[in-house]
């Protein structure tokens, strides 16, 4: 079979456009396809996602008490007004809870607490479940308490937070990078496995139909290259557009907040898709290998936890994962350089990345079939 | 005796197909190896309650001099970069702050402003990150601090308090799992992950013995078989068995190559052993019901494939249980992964075969309650087909 390089002329991209429209078109009516593509990407993206963002309501705090002294109401009105949503529980209802995970933290207000709290010490106790951080909880306490032994009433705590570029809808922006997040490993999942029509082509012997009806080798591999732009971009369209109808603010920040990154990540996802292609030599091999890499690149790119909390060293292994780089250029339009030019190091970064790595598939697929 | 004698052949055949199959075995295998690596590594520091980043949050703080709570802001952000949260770098202004933060030089910026407290303290930092929430909760204790000195109640002195924090105590007649030192051993990243992953794939594994058989069905073997004298119910019944024989193998395998990779203890053996066996029924069930609505080899491996990630999501497989907002929570705990997952974490940390008792149960009763489903779909589909 030859695998011949020739320059694009009118007829020739015509012939791409045709593979690339027509290969899309054959992926999008194969109902399995649909499953993943949409159904799935939208259910984790735009539900699951969702549930996972704070959703700016007081904190939950339960509460045993045990003390019948003066000061346990003051206590309760001034972790009340931090704002904190208390629930007071019977000890044995409070440990249950927290054992079967239904309680993360419980304050423990022993008898005598009132005294001590006269005394000018006071003493509480601080339960958490297993692996939750009572960290949140403990400052709150600790600062209430303290207003309590310092005759300062508890009220409203005087902190404002905000995010470094106010215009942009800082408090929604947690729940954006979550769904970008989610839809970033969708999207390199789906393309590296729809790479996969490339060798179907060659096991059913249509592609080979294909050159001998004039097509090149570089022809075919462009219009597949195109087929995943173009399946790539219906998959974003459909998780922007049905999380916007949502309420999602992804134009807040302008259309190229959003449309870069997407755009970017989709090319260096193309380019990766095409690698892993020309590196396997089965359908079976492609689907191992793109629920691999997309999956192990949003984890090291942060998309399901944020980066601050691995170690080190993995904060500098996150760079060679595109999700990292197109969530940076989601986060600088939104929360810290606005959209546009300070958007360009990432959307460099993801363009290179496809670039190096589309020439490595190609390369890859120009070997003759073993 | 000798439809059962069948099934054991069939059930066989179907647990040498999976072995000869080296590269679907290889990726049953690397797959979750691969995550529990990455995400036990990744999450380690994240499961330890005492959590402290290996860098501490650069913070930049503004400060005005001479201001009244100045002090007692002061001596709140000494303690939280004594404790290793936060490195303090100073700024001269709120806008030089917010520079610093806009451009990446520090990860958060806290502002006290000249007419504290009638002006409230400022956080500045990219929202829902763990560094906001430190430098938030810093605040909250600095505002404190500070209001009381503003307003003349105290001179910025730092108030005795005990407050003890801690695991909270076992309920009531309840022994709860106790590790050599007497306190409950913790389950790192690396341990709950090890079962995670092996809970996402068990389905996985027990779908080898249906994608026989649905392959069987299109390959015409299923019809010849049956023409040698076996019957529906043999057939499906090996079926059934060699489901369960991949996923206690799979299971097996994945507890010994954790333990040998990752150092991961799975606990008691005799209670690993009961949880192992209602989970492999259990996921072995869920296969059988997909029989009624999948019947290509190509939509069986699609949609199961589906269904595994969906239940490992709700499940905690992916993402901690501790993190989990209170509706997930809630719907996870009618998921069968989740009641594996409780099962193996409490192995974990040290407890018995009783302890593990009745999610075996439930995870058993849920398996032969779909396998029966699945075995009445696929009747019912075979008699429409036309078979006997």
Redesign the interface.
């Given at each position: 079979m030859e695998m011949e390089a020739r320059p694009l002329g009118g007829g020739a991209w015509r012939r791409v456009a045709a593979i690339a429209v027509t290969t899309t078109r054959g992926t999008l009516r194969r109902p399995?396809n649909l499953?993943?593509l949409l159904i799935?990407p939208l259910?984790?993206g735009g539900v699951?996602a969702s549930?996972?963002?704070?959703?700016g309501a007081p904190p939950r705090l339960a509460v045993v008490v045990e003390d019948q002294g003066p000061w346990v109401g003051p206590l309760l009105d001034g972790l009340s007004a931090?704002p904190m949503d208390l629930q007071r529980l019977g000890r044995?209802e409070a440990?249950?809870r927290?054992?079967q995970?239904?309680e993360?933290v419980?304050l423990w207000v022993p008898d005598g607490f009132s005294r001590?709290v006269d005394a000018?010490?006071?003493?509480?106790?601080?339960?958490?479940?297993?692996?939750?951080?009572?960290?949140?909880e403990?400052?709150?306490?600790?600062?209430?308490?303290?207003?309590l032994?310092?005759?300062?009433p508890a009220g409203p705590?005087?902190?404002?937070?905000?995010?470094?570029?106010p215009a942009a809808e800082?408090?929604r922006?947690?729940l954006l990078?979550t769904v970008f997040g989610f839809w970033a490993m969708f999207a390199l999942v789906s393309l590296i496995t729809q790479a996969a029509a490339l060798h179907r082509e060659r096991e059913l012997g249509t592609l080979s139909r294909s050159l001998v009806a004039g097509a090149t080798y570089g022809e075919v591999v462009a219009g597949h290259a195109g087929a995943l732009f173009l399946i790539g971009l219906l998959q974003a369209a459909a998780m922007v557009g049905v999380t916007a109808l949502a309420g999602a603010p992804w134009f807040a920040a302008g259309v190229p907040a959003i449309a870069l990154p997407v755009g970017a990540l989709l090319v260096a996802a193309c380019g990766i898709a095409l690698a892993v292609a020309g590196f396997t030599r089965t359908s079976?091999?492609i689907n191992?290998a793109g629920?691999?890499v997309g999956?192990?690149a949003a984890?090291?790119g942060g998309a399901?936890?944020?980066l601050?909390?691995?170690?080190?060293s993995?904060q500098e292994v996150a760079r060679l994962s595109p999700v990292y780089w197109a969530l940076d250029g989601l986060?600088e339009a939104f929360?810290?350089?606005g959209p546009g030019a300070a958007q360009g190091p990432a959307v460099a970064v993801l363009v290179l990345m496809g670039v190096l790595a589309g020439t490595a598939g190609i390369m890859g697929l120009r070997r003759p079939p073993a | 005796m000798t439809g059962l004698r069948q099934a054991a052949i069939i059930a066989a055949n179907q647990l040498l197909r999976f072995v000869l199959d080296w590269?679907g075995v290889l990726?049953l295998f690397?797959?979750p190896l691969?995550?529990n690596l990455?995400?036990g590594?990744?999450?380690?520091?994240?499961?330890s309650?005492e959590?402290r980043?290996?860098?501490p949050?650069r913070v930049g703080v503004v400060i005005p001099a001479g201001q009244e709570a100045a002090p007692a802001v002061e001596q709140v952000l000494a303690a939280g970069e004594a404790d290793g949260w936060v490195h303090i770098e100073r700024y001269a202004s709120g806008e030089a702050a917010?520079t610093a933060?806009?451009?990446?030089r520090v990860?958060a910026a806290l502002v006290l402003p000249a007419r504290?407290?009638r002006?409230?303290?400022?956080?500045?930092?990219?929202?829902?990150?763990?560094?906001?929430?430190?430098v938030?909760?810093?605040?909250?204790?600095a505002?404190?601090?500070g209001?009381?000195a503003a307003?003349g109640?105290?001179p910025g002195q730092?108030?005795?308090?005990?407050?003890?924090?801690?695991?909270?105590?076992?309920?009531?007649g309840?022994q709860?799992p106790v590790g050599a030192g007497g306190s409950?051993p913790p389950?790192d990243a690396m341990a709950y992950y090890a079962a995670g992953m092996a809970v996402m794939m068990i389905y996985l594994a027990t779908r080898e013995g249906t994608k026989a058989y649905v392959t069987d069905r299109g390959t015409g073997v299923y019809l010849r078989v049956r023409a040698g004298g076996v019957s529906h119910a043999a057939y499906l019944l090996g079926t059934f068995l060699g489901s369960m024989a991949v996923g206690l193998i799979f299971m097996g395998v994945m507890a010994l190559v954790t333990r040998g990779l990752f150092g991961v203890h799975w606990g008691h053996l005799g209670g690993w052993m009961l949880l192992t066996l209602g989970a492999t029924l259990a996921a072995t069930g869920v296969n059988a019901l997909l029989l009624g609505f999948a019947r290509s080899p190509?939509?069986q491996e699609?949609?199961s494939i589906?269904l595994a990630?969906?239940l490992a999501?709700l499940g905690g497989s992916?993402?901690?249980?501790?993190?989990f907002?209170e509706?997930?929570?809630r719907i996870s705990r009618f998921i069968p992964n989740r009641w594996m997952l409780d099962g193996y974490?409490q192995l974990m940390?040290g407890a018995g075969p009783a302890a593990v008792r009745d999610e075996s149960l439930r995870l058993a009763a849920v398996g032969v309650g779909l396998v029966a489903l699945g075995w009445a779909a696929d009747r019912l589909l075979a008699r429409a087909a036309g078979e006997g």
């Amino acid at each position: 079979m030859e695998m011949e390089a020739r320059p694009l002329g009118g007829g020739a991209w015509r012939r791409v456009a045709a593979i690339a429209v027509t290969t899309t078109r054959g992926t999008l009516r194969r109902p399995l396809n649909l499953l993943w593509l949409l159904i799935v990407p939208l259910f984790f993206g735009g539900v699951v996602a969702s549930l996972f963002v704070p959703s700016g309501a007081p904190p939950r705090l339960a509460v045993v008490v045990e003390d019948q002294g003066p000061w346990v109401g003051p206590l309760l009105d001034g972790l009340s007004a931090t704002p904190m949503d208390l629930q007071r529980l019977g000890r044995e209802e409070a440990l249950a809870r927290l054992h079967q995970g239904r309680e993360r933290v419980v304050l423990w207000v022993p008898d005598g607490f009132s005294r001590s709290v006269d005394a000018g010490v006071p003493r509480l106790e601080i339960w958490y479940g297993p692996r939750a951080e009572p960290g949140v909880e403990a400052a709150r306490i600790r600062a209430v308490v303290a207003g309590l032994v310092t005759g300062n009433p508890a009220g409203p705590v005087p902190v404002v937070v905000e995010g470094p570029r106010p215009a942009a809808e800082p408090d929604r922006f947690p729940l954006l990078r979550t769904v970008f997040g989610f839809w970033a490993m969708f999207a390199l999942v789906s393309l590296i496995t729809q790479a996969a029509a490339l060798h179907r082509e060659r096991e059913l012997g249509t592609l080979s139909r294909s050159l001998v009806a004039g097509a090149t080798y570089g022809e075919v591999v462009a219009g597949h290259a195109g087929a995943l732009f173009l399946i790539g971009l219906l998959q974003a369209a459909a998780m922007v557009g049905v999380t916007a109808l949502a309420g999602a603010p992804w134009f807040a920040a302008g259309v190229p907040a959003i449309a870069l990154p997407v755009g970017a990540l989709l090319v260096a996802a193309c380019g990766i898709a095409l690698a892993v292609a020309g590196f396997t030599r089965t359908s079976r091999q492609i689907n191992a290998a793109g629920s691999l890499v997309g999956t192990l690149a949003a984890m090291l790119g942060g998309a399901f936890w944020p980066l601050d909390v691995v170690p080190v060293s993995l904060q500098e292994v996150a760079r060679l994962s595109p999700v990292y780089w197109a969530l940076d250029g989601l986060r600088e339009a939104f929360v810290f350089g606005g959209p546009g030019a300070a958007q360009g190091p990432a959307v460099a970064v993801l363009v290179l990345m496809g670039v190096l790595a589309g020439t490595a598939g190609i390369m890859g697929l120009r070997r003759p079939p073993a | 005796m000798t439809g059962l004698r069948q099934a054991a052949i069939i059930a066989a055949n179907q647990l040498l197909r999976f072995v000869l199959d080296w590269h679907g075995v290889l990726i049953l295998f690397l797959l979750p190896l691969a995550f529990n690596l990455v995400l036990g590594v990744s999450l380690r520091q994240a499961f330890s309650p005492e959590y402290r980043p290996e860098r501490p949050y650069r913070v930049g703080v503004v400060i005005p001099a001479g201001q009244e709570a100045a002090p007692a802001v002061e001596q709140v952000l000494a303690a939280g970069e004594a404790d290793g949260w936060v490195h303090i770098e100073r700024y001269a202004s709120g806008e030089a702050a917010l520079t610093a933060v806009r451009q990446r030089r520090v990860e958060a910026a806290l502002v006290l402003p000249a007419r504290f407290p009638r002006e409230p303290l400022r956080v500045i930092a990219e929202p829902g990150t763990v560094p906001a929430s430190v430098v938030e909760t810093l605040a909250r204790e600095a505002a404190v601090a500070g209001s009381g000195a503003a307003g003349g109640a105290a001179p910025g002195q730092p108030v005795p308090m005990d407050i003890a924090i801690r695991p909270a105590p076992p309920p009531v007649g309840e022994q709860g799992p106790v590790g050599a030192g007497g306190s409950p051993p913790p389950v790192d990243a690396m341990a709950y992950y090890a079962a995670g992953m092996a809970v996402m794939m068990i389905y996985l594994a027990t779908r080898e013995g249906t994608k026989a058989y649905v392959t069987d069905r299109g390959t015409g073997v299923y019809l010849r078989v049956r023409a040698g004298g076996v019957s529906h119910a043999a057939y499906l019944l090996g079926t059934f068995l060699g489901s369960m024989a991949v996923g206690l193998i799979f299971m097996g395998v994945m507890a010994l190559v954790t333990r040998g990779l990752f150092g991961v203890h799975w606990g008691h053996l005799g209670g690993w052993m009961l949880l192992t066996l209602g989970a492999t029924l259990a996921a072995t069930g869920v296969n059988a019901l997909l029989l009624g609505f999948a019947r290509s080899p190509e939509v069986q491996e699609g949609v199961s494939i589906a269904l595994a990630q969906l239940l490992a999501f709700l499940g905690g497989s992916m993402m901690p249980l501790f993190i989990f907002p209170e509706i997930l929570a809630r719907i996870s705990r009618f998921i069968p992964n989740r009641w594996m997952l409780d099962g193996y974490l409490q192995l974990m940390a040290g407890a018995g075969p009783a302890a593990v008792r009745d999610e075996s149960l439930r995870l058993a009763a849920v398996g032969v309650g779909l396998v029966a489903l699945g075995w009445a779909a696929d009747r019912l589909l075979a008699r429409a087909a036309g078979e006997g």
